[in-house]
């Protein structure tokens, strides 16, 4: 546009009474000035007189005033109408935030969303397909429904004590004040005790909420069971101590049976069978347990929210509202949690977020060891493990690990070829695992190993054969690791790498040898970590020698253990020299 054009624009929109028609029906500012409505699209004007500057002047396109504004026009004329048709709409501010507000309502009238989701891993998905897109199983995807409630919020959360005057912000310094450490834990006593406390970190911590996963069978329930009696049978406080044990899977008579059978007589573990959430709290409450324990966190449901019990919505809102109890009564929180096929626990991912602790319980199908481990604890270490043995009593805690991953010890034999003792480390705790090698010539399977990485293997195989010059290429090697135990760090390579000597050159390894360090390309021997705890684990066990590299050699050999000799060696050549030698 042109300054001249521009001007007389201006000029003609200088009077009101000329610009109010413009916002008639039938009057259209692009027809009449295109190019003045493309440059002052959204231009505000100021319609109203000085005796009416408290009303806020609208916004104005070429689409008119009430669209602009939000306000729906009339049928006729803006001269007829008065200044409070362009004025803003009023809109109604909020004082205080409600339970709405926190929650979350949907609006009425809006179209539910239906998703798809897994019933065994979780997965959702918009739209229905034959099988899951995330664990490929077929015919798992269930139709599940957001569903609207037309009270207000979804979730009701007003069945839980709620006093925000009492909740104020609290100095640190204040909160640590008066507490001891060492007393705020709730103490697990006895053998089974102090192995459930190595893992939780020292013992349980009051309020927390903690959560057991494991295959079906693997002895949760049995766990649980046991620490309640425990926790039951802990009289530090003076007075009795209730524990509550609620199962929505088992009667309270198969729970009075089991543990029966487990002889467990204890006077303030209170049995209850329910699945609701709201009944369960306004039950327990009144008895001011000690801890509180639900068995399964799949089968118990809160009321208002929509879904069965076990699905996505139900696990986490049951869960956020147990979190939430644990928090304001201060009593611990025990759940027992299913998992997938993958391992994972059923449900949602945020599951294992909202939780404090998440502890998975391991074991073989046909072993009766089970192993339970710390994948996430707020209060203590991850790097922590639990042996026990199931019996007909329950779980028994395992003095000495070491046990389960060695054969029995035989007197020197050519049978015996191809057996070699590795020491490693899961969390603080030491074990020595057996490692097997089996070497055949002429057979058709080139490789195959067993409780290895294969890319692990396959370097210490090829460093033997070039380093230590041992003709490989012609055998089938394969390697296996006693009792289904994963070999995960590089400490057991050098008894790897023995093991395939053993089996390659038909000499069996003597009793009381073990094998400590990592290999290199080379075919050099490296220092690994925690050698003092190593070589101590291997002392209490009776072993007469270790094979360790030559950098650690004068470090384990002042740690005072007499009875041992450490022979230290630079690299695989050295290794088999003084092993595979004949006296």
Known sequence: MQFPEMKSSVRFFH???????????????????????????????????????????????????????GVPESSGNVNSQSSSDFEKPQVKKKTNLGLGDLVGTRKKGKANRTNWVCSDCGYTDGQWWGMCRACESVGTMKRYSAGESDEGPVVQRTWLPQKPEEVQPVRLLEV??????????????GLFGNEVARVLGGGLVPGSLVLIGGDPGVGKSTLLLQMAAIIADVHDLG???????????????????????MMIATEELFLYSSTD??????KVQPLSPRALIIDSIQTVYLRGVAGSAGGLMQVKECTSALLRFAKKTNIPVLLAGHVTKSGDIAGPRVLEHIV??????????????????????????????????MSQLGLQAVSNPSKIFLSEQHSDSEFLAGLAVAVIMDGSRSFL??????CVSGSTVSRHVNGIQASRADMIISVLMKQAGLKLQENAIFLNVVSGVALTETAGDLA???????????????????FIGEIGLGGELRMVSRMEKRVSTVAKLGYRKCIVPKSAEKSVATLGFEQMEFIGCKNLKEVINVVFTTP
């Open 239 to 261: 007075e009795p101590s209730p524990v509550v044990y609620v199962s929505g899977e088992e009667s309270v008579e198969q729970i009075g049976n089991r543990a029966d059978r």
């Open 356 to 389: 404090d602790a998440v502890l998975y319980m391991e074991g073989e199908k046909f072993s009766s060891y089970r192993l339970l481990r710390s994948v996430k604890n707020r209060f203590g270490s991850t790097d922590e493990l639990g042996v026990f043995e």
């Open 433 to 438: 695992i057996e490692i097997q090698a089996l």
């Open 496 to 514: 790897v790498a023995a093991a395939i000597c053993s089996s390659f050159l038909e000499f069996p390894i003597p009793n009381g040898i073990a």
């Open 176 to 189: 640590n004040k008066g507490m001891k450490q060492l007393d705020w834990r709730i103490p697990l006593s």
């Open 15 to 69: 009077s009101p009474k000329q610009f109010l028609p413009l916002f008639n029906r039938t009057h259209f500012l692009s027809r009449q000035f295109p190019q003045f409505s493309r440059q002052f699209h959204s231009t505000t004007l100021r319609l109203c007189s000085a005796g009416e500057s408290q009303t806020v002047p609208p916004v104005w396109s070429i689409y008119g005033s009430s669209i602009a504004n």
């Open 277 to 282: 959430i709201e009944d369960i709290v306004e």
